[in-house]
């Protein structure tokens, strides 16, 4: 059974390495109500759809 990519859960150690930002950021983002990636809450845990990162990161200007 093949999961579709765009559906994938990913967890607070994978979003800080797509960001590059550390965990404390995100949460104190999260706390603050300006992170820009909306979080799904899973039991306790927090988690974010790989397809909003992905909308984001392609939303963001490019640097050159």
């Keep these: 059974m093949k999961t ?5 859960l990913l967890d607070i150690k994978e ?4 960001l590059s930002i550390k965990p404390q950021t ?3 983002q999260l706390a603050s109500g ?4 909306p979080t799904r809450k899973v039991g306790r845990m927090l ?3 790989q397809q909003d990162v992905n909308h984001y990161l392609e939303s963001l200007p490019v640097i050159n």
């Design 4 to 8: 579709n990519i765009q559906n994938r």
């Design 15 to 18: 979003i800080c390495g797509l």
């Design 26 to 28: 995100v949460y104190n």
């Design 34 to 37: 300006t992170f820009p990636i």
């Design 47 to 49: 988690r974010w759809h």
